[in-house]
């Protein structure tokens, strides 16, 4: 009899969750979790997820003993410890925290674009907050200039954290915040992604289409 997966609490849209999903795919572990959809929001929350994350944010992974990981950057370190192959979290020296400080920019990336996302699509228009939502793109800016300038190379030499959360960022700016066209200020980083964006672990954990 097959062992019941750890249950991965999910949602199709989640660009936090697609990181997981890649790195699943990624690494062979696909096997390993039961994938349980929830679509919380921050106006209609999931009880089934506030159950387990007490702030309602998915990804959320129930391990074997029970104890429950929750945010991407915890649940994404554990299942990189579970691998036998090159790890995608480099374990010590410069790279490591270099790669890590390129992911924690994606990330930083995404929250914003999250936050943009919740202002115009959730928020009322008459209340609506333009300077905060133009300083939330700012930071956004910010960080696709550094990728364009300072990263490339980097994100060239392999598919680790750091490519994934940029990838993912990206995918989740295209599905979101397509008014942005970031390719347009970003060639560079677009040719990547244009590459990157093949590999059959991005494919198979593809946004549906809004």
Excluded at 180 to 194: G, K
Aim: net charge neutral; glycine share 4%.
């Amino acid at each position: 009899m097959s062992t019941p997966g750890m249950p991965l609490f999910h949602s199709p849209t989640s660009p936090f969750v697609r990181k997981i999903m890649v790195l699943l795919h990624e690494t062979g572990q696909l096997g390993r979790v039961a994938v349980e959809t929830v679509q919380p929001a921050p106006t209609s929350p999931s009880e089934a997820l506030n159950a387990i994350n007490p702030v309602g944010k998915v990804p959320a992974l129930r391990l074997a003993d029970g104890q429950v990981l929750y945010d991407s950057r915890v649940i994404f370190d554990y299942l990189d410890s579970q691998h036998v192959g090159e790890p995608l979290i480099p374990r010590e020296g410069s790279a490591r925290w270099r790669r890590l400080t390129l992911a924690a920019l994606a990330d930083a990336i995404l929250e914003a674009a999250v936050l943009i996302r919740y202002e115009t699509a959730l928020r009322p228009a008459d209340r609506q907050w333009p300077a905060w939502r133009d300083a939330q793109q700012g930071k956004i800016e910010r960080a696709l200039a550094e990728l364009e300038e300072q990263a490339l190379a980097e994100l060239s030499c392999h598919f680790d954290v750091a490519a994934i959360g940029v990838a993912c960022a990206l995918g989740y700016l295209d599905l979101r915040l397509p008014a942005l066209d970031w390719r347009a200020r970003c060639p560079r980083l677009a040719a990547w992604y244009a590459e990157t964006r093949r590999r059959p672990s991005l494919q198979a954990t593809e946004p549906p289409a809004l």
